[in-house]
């Protein structure tokens, strides 16, 4: 069976500070796909990030990093100088290595930044 | 935005009725995924459509199903709607051409169905 654990339910931190959001997943597929969604206060979900299980490279984009060890099964995301405009729920999610399998959600992570 | 289009936005209805929410893909996307959004299950996947044709069904009651039209938009029909009923759905599409297992699903802005 598949999993998605987030442990924080919440978190409010003040503006500037980093924050780390953590993700735990569970798995048999050898291959496997990690993201990270964003659901802002307006309820779209939005697309952050993708990372394959063979490649375990750490990504940054901007203010935003990812941290993926296949040897603990997490790939945390950390928001560095945070901002009011990032208050959102953070959603990580798991697909198995199967053509069109479906996402499987942690029940996410809300995270509010204040000024 | 993701290019992902679904209508209606809100949709308030009484219990024991019958609704349709409509989801039209990014352009050259050829799968289309529906998901629940509810306070206590979370984010649950209900069904898959690939080209026109149902490729997997998640947690979707029988009172629920689902299409997928040769213009490739979607169409999510619920009936005999219940209070437990009231969600976020979204629509989510991916590209699928080859059923490549890279495909990353962008996500509509979601129906708000309330059922009073």
């Known amino acids: 069976a598949q999993k998605v654990t987030q442990a924080q339910t919440e978190i409010s931190v003040v503006e500037k500070e980093d924050v780390t959001l953590d993700c735990v997943y569970e798995t048999r597929d050898t291959t496997y796909y990690l993201f990270w969604y964003k659901q802002p206060p307006s309820g779209e979900l939005v697309f952050l990030i993708r990372?394959?299980?063979?490649?375990?490279q750490n990504e940054i984009s901007g203010r935003y990093s990812w941290n993926f060890q296949k040897s603990t099964s997490s790939f945390n995301f950390t928001i560095t100088a945070s901002q009011v405009v990032d208050s959102a729920v953070y959603f990580c999610a798991l697909r198995g290595n199967q053509a069109g399998t479906a996402l499987i959600f942690g029940k996410g992570t809300t995270l509010s930044v204040s000024s | 935005d993701s290019g992902v289009t679904q209508t209606p936005k809100h949709l308030i209805t009484a219990t024991g009725q019958r609704v349709t929410l409509r989801c039209s893909p990014r352009?050259?996307?050829?799968?289309v995924y529906w998901y629940q959004q509810s306070l206590d299950q979370g984010l649950q996947f209900l069904i898959h459509?690939?080209?026109?044709?149902?490729?997997a069904k998640g947690n979707i009651l029988e009172r629920f199903s689902a299409q997928q039209f040769p213009d490739l938009h979607s169409e999510l029909n619920l009936s005999s709607l219940e209070l437990g009923d009231s969600a976020l759905y979204f629509c989510?599409?991916?590209?699928?051409?080859?059923?490549?297992?890279?495909?990353?699903?962008?996500f509509g802005p979601g129906t708000r169905l309330t059922v009073l």
């Open positions: 352009s050259g996307d050829l799968s």
């Open positions: 989510a599409s991916s590209v699928g051409a080859s059923g490549a297992s890279t495909d990353t699903q962008y």
């Open positions: 990372r394959n299980s063979f490649d375990e």
């Open positions: 459509y690939y080209n026109g044709e149902e490729r």
